[in-house]
């Protein structure tokens, strides 16, 4: 019987052939948490009375959701992951280093690999083609110790994207499309595997965009066939030699198949207060927005930051309006600089963010007041999720995002 891309990848780890539904102990590459978590899982693995990590070079403790600290308790949080790494030598992702999901690609995670991170945009690292998932602190805890850890095989999604967008359109409209289409349970702890001629065209930023948002319909992972271009992202990162790829079979088993045409989506937009509230940009034009807000694990990339700076150039935002553009990385905020994007936001009245996760999940750098609307590239708009219950929250791509900063108000062009 012919085998998914998931139960390929967990099958070379679990060292036996494993199909959907089965529960299995599996092998543990990379281990990660950040300051939100990392606290409670150095306590967990504490309890398990271990005195050393499995593989400290390969377990990664990231200070992203409050970096810079905005206050006193969660300092002390910053300290108790300082001092774990010191202690048993794991790897310490400062202060404006990034985002964990994003610093995961960049440094630290291979194809056919098995991550797994406190956090539930963890799957962002499934785009290198690699079983990337979230789990809670205590689960990420025993996988630190033991380099193991157990789960149940997912069943898989085919997502089959054909078709080539529109000018404009890009990965993140139709990963909000296919949630709307879906629902934001739609696939819980299934495995969304991404294929067509359409994703095979697409950037490594792109992909990461789709993977990120893959719990976003409640799915386990978001994966994709390791490539050239997976090959070649590698090469430039210096892991070249870590190259692999896995494919499925031809007569691997799916749940379901779900086809779409590129060409017919639209920009898209998740309304508040769920990411499955979906409209189009062009139903929205009499929201008017009080913050825009460009960045997250989403869409905090290079290729991110050139959309928008493309946009800007030569324009103002809009009175009324405060935008913040974040850079997921200090790699991405480099480049940034070096090829003078940075001078465009700041001409254009934009706020530039350090790297991290800024706003996103409300700690800081963003806060909304009670009633302001903000329009944002992340990837979840909960309620209360920039920091306040009476708050309204919109994602949508960088592209829409710059053309309604200009604007005031939720548009799809200038």
């Not at 281990?31 to 899982?41: R, S």
């Not at 850079?327 to 530039?352: H, T």
């Not at 990837?379 to 960088?398: A, D, E, H, M, V």
Request: aromatic share 6%.
């Amino acid at each position: 019987m012919g085998q998914t891309l998931v139960e390929k990848i967990i099958s070379s780890h679990a060292g036996k052939q494993v199909k959907a539904g089965e529960l299995v102990i599996t092998n543990v590459d990379v281990c990660a948490v950040q300051d939100g978590t990392g606290p409670l899982t150095v306590q967990e693995f504490k309890k398990l009375g271990k005195d050393k990590l499995n593989n400290p070079k390969r377990t990664i403790l990231f200070i992203d959701h409050a970096s810079p600290s905005p206050k006193k308790e969660l300092s002390n949080m910053h300290t108790t992951l300082r001092e774990f790494a010191k202690e048993y030598g794991a790897v310490l992702s400062e202060v404006g280093s990034g985002v964990c999901h994003q610093r995961l690609v960049e440094n630290f995670v291979n194809p056919c690999e098995i991550l797994v991170g406190a956090d539930s945009h963890t799957c962002t690292s499934g785009a290198l083609g690699a079983f990337a998932t979230g789990m809670g602190s205590t689960d990420v805890a025993v996988a630190m110790a033991l380099g193991k850890t157990w789960l149940k095989v997912p069943q898989t999604f085919k997502i089959v994207v054909n078709g080539k967008f529109r000018p404009g359109i890009c990965s993140k409209d139709l990963m909000l499309h296919l949630i709307g289409m879906i629902g934001a349970d739609g696939a819980t702890y299934k495995s969304l595997e991404f294929t067509g001629e359409t994703i095979d065209n697409m950037s490594m930023a792109e992909r990461f965009t789709l993977a990120n948002m893959a719990v976003e319909a409640g799915a386990k992972c978001g994966l994709f066939i390791a490539d050239e271009k997976t090959h070649k992202y590698l090469e430039e990162r210096g892991r070249g030699d870590k190259f692999k790829s896995i494919k499925p079979d031809e007569d691997a088993i799916y749940e379901r198949i779900i086809e779409i045409d590129a060409s017919e989506i639209d920009y898209t937009v998740s309304c508040p207060h769920t990411v499955d509230n979906t409209k189009l940009a062009k139903d929205l034009h009499d929201v008017k927005v009080d913050q825009v807000y460009v960045g997250t694990c989403t869409n905090g990339r290079i290729e991110d930051m050139r959309t928008v700076a493309k946009i800007l150039k030569g324009r103002k935002v809009h009175e009324g309006v405060r935008m913040l553009i974040c850079p997921a990385s200090r790699e991405i905020y480099k480049q940034a600089l070096k090829e003078g994007l940075l001078d465009i936001f700041i001409d254009a009245n934009a706020v530039i963010l350090p790297p991290g996760c800024g706003p996103c999940v409300g700690i800081h750098a963003g806060i909304l007041a009670d009633g302001e609307v903000c329009l944002t590239t992340q990837n979840r708009n909960f309620q209360g999720r920039l920091g306040n219950t009476k708050g309204f929250i919109y994602l949508s791509s960088p592209y829409v995002a710059a053309c309604s900063a200009i604007k005031g108000y939720i548009c799809e062009t200038l």
